[in-house]
Structure formats: C-alpha cells, structure tokens
C-alpha cells in the first residue's frame, strides 16, 4: 500500500442509523480504504492542520493495517464476531465520556457496527492507539490494542440480543450509569475466558462513586461475569436509586419494553 498525500484520499462518508426512540439518530463516518476484509477510515478533524498529511501517511502504511487493522481482525475471530457490516475508525482527540476509555463501539440497525480507537502519533513516526491500560511513560503498553475485546464485546452484546441498537448512544445525564453495571459483564467474561479486561477491583470502585461500596461488591459478586441484558442493567440501577432522564431514547425503550 503507497503512502499517498491527505488531498488524494477519497473519504467515503458511511451512515449508521439508529430507529430506537425520537428524534431519528444519524452517526456519520469516513473509510478510505479496504484492508483485512474491513473498511477502515480515519477522522482527522481534531488533528492539526500541519500534522494531517503525517497522520494519514502512517495511517495508510502497510506496518500500520497489517498490525493495526490485522490484529483487530484477530480479536474479532476469537470473540467469533462476524465481520458483516463492521468497520474501524480511527480518531484523534476525541471525548468519548466520563466511562468511556480510549474507544467506543457504535452499533447501529441491523448490527452495522464501527469500533471507534482513540489514536496519536508517537515519536513523529508511529501512529500509537490509547489502551484501558494507558500509561504515558510506558510506550509498550500505549502501543497495544487491549481496549478492542472490550469494545468488541458491547458489539456482540448488540448482535446477540442483549442491547438495543441505543446503545451506546447515551447523551450525559440520560443513564450513562448503564455502563458501570454492564462491565460487570463484560470485564468477568474476558478475564474468564483469559482476554485483556479492567480488574474487578477497578470496577467496583466506578460502581461505588454512583451506588456506595456495599452495593457495588454485592452486586459484583453476582454479575461478574454473568450475561447482563440492557434491560437488566437499567433494572439495576433504577433499583439502586439512579434514574434516566424522561423522555431520553433510553427512557423511552425503557417504557416500552419493561412490561413485555
């Protein structure tokens, strides 16, 4: 694959939309190339003018897809999660929200999914990716790829059953709080099935700051690692004395489904 100049790429603009509660949702996305049988793009708009051309050299380096894109194709297969209708996007400087770390998974109608991953360049010459186990001094683990099973999971969590195409589009104040019971789950079932996960003990402690510690390790010991559907999820915090906002899209399949 030739490095070619930012003014060469041709950006294809995909749509992933979302028919759960109003208003109609539209989340837009770019794809400039096809590599490991994904469409792979990357959002430079948060990146300066200046560094762009770089940014999208080392993005369209063969180094780069072979071990970027190849190696989340790997986790993909180990999850046995289908690569229909599944795209990467690669961003920079990007807020995702207070419980979000480093990626994101977008899981719109029918399952179309894009795994959204926090990037930067480092030492002017690599393109590094941001990790649940981010730490600044330590290059080899800023270097690494073990936020993707987690993201990856909230993709099968969708495709499975277990969420509504909603997820996670979750505006702060409207149940953002979903996530902290839900990577009870999640975290549990990769540390069992030996992936990379956040430790029990982290969870618990982000579970603590919304519930209280007693509530939080009870409920751990129960879910860790134990399917949790949305719906149980918004069970258990609205137990727990949390709330979704009214009229939010979550409320909103919240009331039409929790007495089916």
């Known amino acids: 694959m030739k490095p070619r100049e930012e003014t060469q790429v041709r950006s294809r603009i995909r749509r992933l939309s979302f028919d759960v509660g109003p208003p109609a949702r539209d989340y837009q996305f770019r794809a400039f190339t096809r590599v490991c049988g994904i469409e792979v793009g990357v959002d430079l708009e948060e990146v300066e003018p200046e560094e762009r051309p770089r940014a999208v050299r ?6 780069f897809f072979l071990y970027r894109v190849g190696s989340i194709v790997d986790w993909c297969r180990k999850l046995e999660l289908e690569l229909k ?14 419980n979000v770390r480093m990626g994101q998974a977008i899981v719109g109608r029918r399952g179309r999914a894009v795994l959204l991953i926090q990037s930067f360049i480092h030492r002017e010459q690599q393109l590094g990716v941001f990790t649940i186990y981010f730490e600044p001094d330590n290059p080899e683990k800023i270097l ?4 993707v099973p987690h993201e990856l999971m909230h993709i099968l969590d969708v495709r499975q059953g277990r969420s509504p195409s909603v ?5 702060p104040g409207q149940g953002e709080w979903l996530d902290l019971f839900r990577h009870l789950w999640i975290d549990g079932y990769l540390e069992q099935h030996g992936l990379p ?3 029990r003990e982290k969870r618990i402690r982000d579970l603590a700051e919304a519930i209280g510690t007693e509530k939080a390790e009870t409920l751990a010991s129960a879910w860790w690692g134990k399917p949790m559907t949305m719906r149980d999820a918004v069970r258990l915090g609205l137990d727990a004395g949390l709330a979704l906002e ?9 009331k039409n489904i929790k007495d089916s």
């Open 58 to 63: 080392l993005c369209q380096s063969e180094h």
């Open 85 to 98: 209708d599944f795209y990467v996007q690669f961003v920079f400087s990007i807020g995702f929200g207070a």
């Open 144 to 147: 690494c790829e073990d936020i």
């Open 167 to 171: 997820y996670p589009y979750v505006p």
């Open 197 to 199: 996960y956040l430790p």
């Open 246 to 254: 009214q009229d939010s899209p979550m409320a909103i399949w919240w």
